[in-house]
């Protein structure tokens, strides 16, 4: 499984157990990174891994063509799952949330239009969004910013 990374992810305060995590899930190794689905949220398709005894990572899984990515999206500390940016306050029992193995979560990835072939960074608004490298240098820029263009579906008829 490939990795991706949401622009906001903070992995300075668990370094060594992310990269250790995030090595195990690429190679699909769901069991030594402690992998559980989150079941009860009801907004999203969220998992979390296992990085010490307090700490755990939450990621999904999402799909561009054939291939399979764990985007990494936030650590939450102390267990504290109602604080997630992304679980939006959902109460999560980390005893109770069941195991899944990799096979599985990839047949349920949910399925993005893009995903830049070289980047690994990831935004994301309402949806998953990768950006091209002209999208990408124009985002770098600095407001105030004035864009004209049509709409993507517009320049392509």
Do not use: C, W
Request: glycine letters at 2%; a positive charge; proline letters at 5%.
């Amino acid at each position: 499984m490939k990795i991706l990374e949401y622009v906001g992810l903070d992995t300075t305060r668990v370094k060594a157990p992310y990269e250790r995590v995030r090595a195990a899930i690429e190679r699909d190794d769901f069991r030594q990174a402690d992998v559980k689905k989150l079941a009860n949220v009801t907004h999203g398709k969220f998992y979390r891994a296992r990085l010490d005894y307090a700490n755990r990572l939450l990621f999904s899984i999402v799909r561009h063509g054939d291939a399979t990515y764990a985007l990494m999206l936030e650590v939450i500390e102390q267990h504290a799952y109602d604080r997630s940016r992304f679980l939006r306050g959902a109460t999560i029992d980390d005893e109770k949330i069941p195991d899944v193995d990799a096979a599985a979560a990839a047949a349920d990835a949910t399925p993005v239009r893009y995903i830049h072939p070289q980047r690994r960074d990831i935004h994301l608004l309402d949806k998953v969004i990768s950006f091209d490298d002209a999208q990408e240098a124009v985002y770098r820029l600095p407001p105030p910013l004035i864009i004209v263009a049509a709409p993507a579906a517009a320049r392509r008829r």
